[in-house]
């Protein structure tokens, strides 16, 4: 059995920089033990594995794709949605129609539209769903900050638009150097509030809309997290931090020498609404994409 493969780097226009994927095309009906162990075998965040249909079928419901971690199999996530259609735009043109790549993901179809020219690519994503508010003590704890450095006027809450995270806003980035999840605490008690992880922000005070963030978890801390990137402008838009449909620039992996440039934004449909009733719609995104490397898996 023999399978093309590519390493992207996404979220960056430089090589090396970025948050890594590995891209499999299962020509092959891999099960979903073989697609586990496959991407435990490249050991990156995520590994998605791209299986093809009929032509109408995808043109109808979008290219199916499954996305996995060495752990587990993901409804939904950021980096590995952009770069897999990233991949798809370069190997596969049939696939682009009107310079967008459709996935059909596990929690639906989400299209990815790219410039006509240039590698950046812009996914919009399910909208958010806004969970329970969270006590600002006990995040402070559990993120090894202080309750001061909380924003106070964007509580720290549950938002989904595929997967679940505590969205934590700070009122300066540079808090974020502080930042220890304390990950044995946390995961059970994000857990029995709805979430996975956090995801802290703050910031920068630049004069563009600009914003730096970290996402730690067991074993590590994440470069680039677009589902996570994209439940943040929801909830800043959502609280009033963030204009409705302002782009932000969003700096992630600083501190692991991974940087990564996501570009976000969101809508209200009704602005005269307040939360929780007012509406967020439109979650959209972008970034760019490197080609890395490619090859041939060799299975037996």
Not at 268 to 288: D, L
């Amino acid at each position: 059995m023999q399978l093309d493969y590519f390493i992207v780097d996404v979220f960056t226009d430089t090589a090396l920089t970025g948050n890594s994927l590995a891209v499999v095309m299962n020509d092959a009906a891999l099960t979903t033990d073989q697609m586990h162990s496959i991407a435990r075998e490249f050991n990156l965040s995520e590994t998605t594995f791209v299986e093809r249909r009929p032509p109408e079928l995808e043109q109808r419901e979008g290219i199916r794709v499954r996305i996995f971690t060495t752990q587990e199999e993901l409804p939904f996530a950021g980096h590995p949605t952009l770069g897999t259609a990233s991949v798809l735009r370069l190997t596969a043109p049939e696939t682009v129609r009107q310079n967008t790549v459709t996935l059909a993901l596990n929690v639906g179809p989400v299209p990815v539209r790219f410039d006509p020219e240039g590698s950046f690519g812009e996914m919009t994503q399910r909208d958010p769903e806004f969970g329970e508010e969270l006590d600002p003590q006990q995040v402070a704890r559990l993120t090894g900050l202080s309750e001061e450095d909380l924003n106070p006027a964007v509580p720290p809450q549950v938002v989904s638009t595929g997967t679940a995270f505590a969205i934590v806003a700070l009122k300066s980035h540079q808090s974020l150097a502080r930042l220890r999840v304390s990950q044995d605490d946390a995961t059970a008690w994000l857990r029995a509030h709805g979430a996975r992880w956090f995801y802290v922000l703050g910031p920068t005070g630049e004069q563009a809309p600009a914003w730096r963030a970290r996402m730690q978890f067991n074993g590590g801390e994440d470069p680039a997290t677009g589902s996570a990137a994209g439940c943040a402008i929801s909830h800043l838009v959502h609280r009033g931090a963030v204009p409705s449909g302002q782009r932000v620039h969003l700096r992630q992996g600083v501190e692991m020498a991974r940087p990564s440039d996501l570009y976000l934004s969101a809508k209200i449909q009704n602005t005269a609404a307040q939360p929780p009733t007012s509406k967020v719609s439109e979650v959209r995104v972008g970034g760019s994409t490197v080609l890395v490397a490619n090859g041939r898996l060799f299975l037996p």
